[in-house]
């Protein structure tokens, strides 16, 4: 992809670095989180190439956290790397996304289920604390902060569970998800409704109520699918052409 196209893909301007987001991660995560993106909003068309060195260019970089951040989106599907072709981007459409989400609700109802019932006092604490943690990012808007103690949250609540073969399955397809369960967070509001919709799954495993716990994270992940294709509806955009 040359220098022009990347620019029309992402409106930056030759010769300037993309910004480091503050409490991003490694510069890995940077570019994993700014190009997925750029993917999901539609400014990289089905089927484009990426440049490594290109990227290590914008974001003042080696190639390996390139790679690192390549091998990442690989693992979500939203690009394929093919040797000695390198990486270009695969289409991912809405309803193949919507059927991922429908698996993953099923998935982390179950862990809320489980957790509800087999949760350590201190795991309770953990959880709790996270969801404190989370306020402030999610008041103030910060996508970068709540996304990271989200990914906590949820990863506590599957090791919550004590099944191993579940939480295993869970992570794996949470790892799949990611941009898109980032990506909703664009839309207004939706911080503080997912920090709201994790209250009430706390205070249903609090007291007990597995079902409860169960029925609210189903609808938690299935609201976060229905936003994130609005979001998708409402901002993408055609790509350039590469």
Known sequence: MS?????????????????????????????RMNLADAIISGRF??????????????????????????????SSGLVIIEPRRGARVVEMTLDKIGEMFEVAA???????????????????FE???????????????????????????HT?????????????????????LAPFRR????????LKQSYDEHAAILASIFTGDGESAANLTRAHILVANAVYAA????NQRPAASV
């Open 45 to 74: 068309a089905p089927g484009a190439e990426i440049d490594e060195q290109e990227l290590a260019d914008r974001f003042g970089a080696s190639r390996t956290p390139v790679r690192e951040a390549l091998r990442e989106l690989a």
């Open 183 to 190: 990506a909703q967070y664009r839309s207004e509001q939706r």
């Open 3 to 31: 220098n022009i196209a990347w620019e029309a893909h992402t409106g930056m301007t030759h010769g300037v670095k993309e910004p480091t987001r503050e409490g991003a991660g490694t510069i890995a995560s940077q570019i």
């Open 156 to 176: 506590k609540l599957y090791e919550s569970t004590h099944n191993t073969f579940l939480c295993e399955h869970a992570m794996g397809l949470r790892m799949r």
């Open 106 to 124: 099923e998935i982390e109802a179950m862990c809320a289920r489980f957790a509800t019932y087999r949760m350590t006092a201190r795991e309770r």
């Open 127 to 153: 959880l709790r604390h996270l969801h404190h943690l989370s306020h402030a990012p999610a008041i103030a808007g910060d996508i970068d902060r709540y996304d990271a103690i989200n990914r906590e949250f």
């Open 231 to 234: 979001y998708v509806q409402d």
